[in-house]
């Protein structure tokens, strides 16, 4: 039985698809609902002595810190009280590490299916690296186009 959720969000177009299935599943199943955006730390931010300054961080972070209040805003026009988490680090260790701090029953992500395969590889794919790090079940929303 799933009796707690994890949209891992972004606020692109492909993680508000994945919302919109987040609040269909925890209306069907009433689960306690989770949401984590992730400042990331992208290697193209990184300087040549290998580290980020204060100020991009701070950014990264604020950039965050706004879709994850727009998801819960979303959820909450939707009529569910989510729980909202920010982290800082790499997507799939920070919502692994979520999962085995929350003991959440299904992770759901969106999926962009348009990258081209140089994207994919420098970039990665969240939904891919997270069905193989994941303790449990994860759902991949898609966008209807």
């Known amino acids: 039985m799933i009796q707690k959720i994890l949209l891992a969000y972004n606020g692109s177009r ?7 299935s987040c609040a269909e599943i925890a209306a069907f199943t009433n689960a306690e609902t989770h949401l984590l955006a992730v400042a990331g730390m ?3 931010m990184f300087l040549t002595e290998g580290f980020l300054p204060e100020e991009l961080m701070e950014d990264e972070k604020k950039r965050a810190q706004e879709v ?5 805003a979303q959820l909450k026009q939707r009529g569910f009280n989510a729980i909202g988490h920010l982290a800082v ?7 692994v590490r979520l999962v085995t701090d929350l003991d959440i029953d299904l992770v759901i992500v969106g999926h962009q299916r348009k990258l081209s395969l140089a994207a994919r590889w420098w970039r990665g794919s969240v939904g891919k690296s997270l069905l193989d790090a ?3 079940s994860v759902l991949i929303a898609m966008r209807k186009d």
């Open 68 to 72: 994850l209040d727009e998801g819960i």
């Open 134 to 136: 994941s303790p449990c």
């Open 42 to 44: 992208p290697s193209s």
């Open 14 to 20: 492909e993680g508000k698809a994945a919302l919109v």
């Open 89 to 95: 680090g790499e997507p799939v260790e920070e919502i």
